[in-house]
């Protein structure tokens, strides 16, 4: 069993930047991916971001060039640093981990624990 929790949402203006830190507990971090997933009002969770074990990364092509997903496997953290933000970035971001540590598929029923969520508002 893994916790996750989430931190680092907030309100920010369109262009700003944040960063979002899941901090992990209960098993070895190391064994996970990870993945970030954001869900908007009325739509369906989407895939992000992903980092593997070895720390290859995948991305959303609407992040691609702004976000940069990382992780410290020594500090059981993994973070996101969104820069150049839009509205359309507007979600709820939640933290994932995936058993089987070497792919970061895109589909949210791969992964088998997840975070709270918190709340990420780009104003324009």
């Known amino acids: 069993q893994v916790q996750l929790v989430e931190s680092g949402g907030g309100l920010v203006q369109a262009g700003g930047s944040l960063r979002l830190s899941c901090a992990a507990s209960?098993?070895?971090?190391?064994?996970?991916?990870m993945g970030w997933f954001r869900q908007a009002p009325g739509k369906e969770r989407e895939f992000v971001a992903g980092i593997n074990w070895n720390a290859r990364t995948n991305y959303a092509d609407s992040v691609k060039g702004r976000f940069t997903i990382s992780r410290d496997n020594n500090k059981n953290t993994v973070y996101l640093q969104m820069n150049s933000l839009k509205p359309e970035d507007t979600a709820v971001y939640y933290c994932a981990a995936k058993e089987g540590r070497w792919s970061t598929p895109p589909s949210s029923i791969e992964y088998d624990y997840w975070g709270q969520g918190t709340q990420v508002t780009v104003s324009s």
């Open positions: 209960g098993r070895t971090f190391s064994n996970y991916a």
